[in-house]
């Protein structure tokens, strides 16, 4: 009889064992299926957030190109409202032509550039000294430096007058622009057009930019500024016998020279 129960007893404790084992092998399936869909919810959420950054680095993209596209959109209005203050009409004897600020001013004097045939008169009749208007008021302005083979001059006046920034990249065909000036006398004129040509200059050094914006006598010395409101040239000449040939000395050439930007 005590043989039997102690058999029993063992018996029973093989089929607890049996159902635990068994249990045991369900809940470890269970927490493996449990954990196979864990792990694709994990993926499945990295998916979406990958998406998400996706989504979010092409909208950076538009958002960059569309203030490109506003960086280069041209507004004429605003390019002329923020360089006139800087620009002058020359007068040089019987002679007159245009002029703009450029740099910054120190020691309340300004520089100022032109072209070298606009004081050419006074500078070759050994005067050092020309007249600058704007608004009403005169300036003296004296000829600090010049380079007759650029066709460029320096001017210095003691007054405060905000500079025109020049440009860092040079222009580009195609490239609208903006140039300001006092053609046959007309102060505060403004003309637009576009970049036609970077050309060799076949009377000098260097090159010129070729432009299509009307230019007369008297813009000669005038900015020709680009849609950042950068002066990027310095108004020259207007080919004799056509229309819409305009040429310009790039500014950079002026910085070289006379080291004021």
């Not at 129960?5 to 092998?25: C, E, F, K, N, P």
């Not at 003309?191 to 090159?207: C, E, F, Q, Y």
Request: charged share 20%.
């Amino acid at each position: 009889m005590v043989r039997w129960t102690a058999a029993g007893a063992v018996a029973v404790i093989l089929v607890g064992l049996v159902l635990v084992s068994v249990w045991q092998s369900r809940r470890i399936d269970q927490l493996r299926r449990e954990a196979a869909e864990a792990g694709q919810a994990d993926v499945v959420r990295d998916q979406r957030l990958a998406g998400i950054d996706q989504q979010g680095k092409s909208l950076d993209s538009r958002l960059a190109a569309l203030e490109a596209l506003n960086r280069q959109s041209f507004d004429s209005r605003a390019v002329a409202a923020s360089v006139l203050p800087s620009v002058f009409q020359v007068i040089a004897g019987d002679f007159s032509g245009s002029a703009f600020a450029v740099g910054t001013s120190r020691s309340g004097r300004t520089n100022v550039l032109t072209a070298y045939h606009v004081v050419q008169p006074v500078w070759v009749g050994g005067g050092a000294t020309v007249r600058l208007e704007r608004d009403g008021r005169a300036y003296p302005a004296s000829i600090v430096d010049v380079s007759p083979a650029n066709d460029l001059a320096l001017l210095r006046i003691s007054a405060k007058i905000t500079g025109i920034v020049p440009a860092r990249a040079s222009p580009s065909s195609g490239e609208q622009i903006l140039v300001v000036g006092a053609p046959l006398g007309l102060t505060e004129s403004i003309t637009t057009g576009v970049v036609s040509a970077i050309r060799s200059n076949p009377d000098g050094p260097g090159t010129m930019i070729q432009f299509d914006a009307p230019v007369n006598p008297g813009n000669s010395g005038g900015p020709v500024v680009n849609a950042r409101k950068e002066v990027v040239g310095i108004a020259d000449a207007k080919a004799e016998g056509a229309e819409g040939i305009g040429l310009a000395v790039p500014i950079k050439t002026a910085c070289k020279i006379f080291d004021v930007c």
